[in-house]
């Protein structure tokens, strides 16, 4: 069935790189999403890659996709501490686009 | 443009009692879908209404329903409430119910149930 994996924790210094894992199943996800849950608040929608694409980079963010291994990554360049929180790996459902399966989520901390 | 916007923010109830839950979609989204987030279960679909009309729907028991008004709101009612029913309640809207709407989410409703 569909499935979606990812570490539960990072710890990065401020000021790095972090980079967040995740591995899919269904191959007909037609998008992935990272979603940033901040205590207390809902879902932010941080960035999503369309099925057909590799990369896509917006500011910090910078999505990596290996369709064939059925990976996603994140990748936050200079790591603050407004960035901590947890990140949710998502994939569209291949028999619904908003039905969204998600990851159990990666909690970031930063080190100062 | 204004967001998601779920109502109330917290709400405690008594098992056995029934809620009802409001979520008003960004202006101009017509979708709206429903999630369960706990600590056990992480993030799980509930329903998808599209246009006033359920078009999908979780693996939830018939406990949890819902409905959507022509101006896009939707509710979701629980009744019958149960302990395990604690949870954040997570509405998203889109554009569009399909391939090319990704979703966006409100801030949630928290239920305590006692």
């Known amino acids: ?112 | 443009k204004a967001g998601v916007t779920q109502t109330p923010r917290y709400l405690i109830k008594t098992r056995g009692q029934q809620v009802t839950l409001s979520c008003s979609p960004i202006s101009g989204h017509r979708s709206v879908s429903w999630y369960q987030q706990t600590p056990g279960q992480g993030l799980q679909f509930l329903f998808e209404y599209f246009s006033e009309t359920q078009r999908n729907k979780g693996n939830f028991p018939g406990r949890f329903s819902g409905r959507q008004f022509s101006n896009s709101r939707s509710e979701m009612n629980v009744s019958t409430l149960e302990l395990g029913d604690s949870a954040l309640y997570l509405c998203a809207s889109s554009f569009a119910s399909g391939n090319n709407s990704p979703l966006h989410f409100g801030n949630g409703t928290r239920l305590t149930v006692t």
Not at chain 1, 20 to 44: F, H, M, R, V
Not at chain 1, 78 to 107: M, V
């Open chain 1, 1 to 112: 069935g569909e499935d979606v994996e990812q570490s539960l924790f990072l710890s990065v210094r401020e000021g790095d790189s972090s980079v967040i894992n995740c591995t899919y199943t269904d191959s007909s996800s037609t998008y992935l999403y990272w979603y940033k849950q901040e205590p207390g608040a809902g879902l932010q929608l941080l960035t999503y890659i369309f099925s057909n694409m590799d990369m896509k980079q917006d500011q910090r963010l910078t999505v990596l996709l290996n369709k064939k291994d059925k990976h996603l990554s994140l990748r936050i360049a200079d790591t603050q501490t407004g960035d901590s929180a947890i990140y949710f790996c998502a994939e569209s459902s291949g028999s619904s686009a908003s039905k969204i399966i998600f990851g159990s989520g990666t909690r970031l901390s930063i080190r100062p």
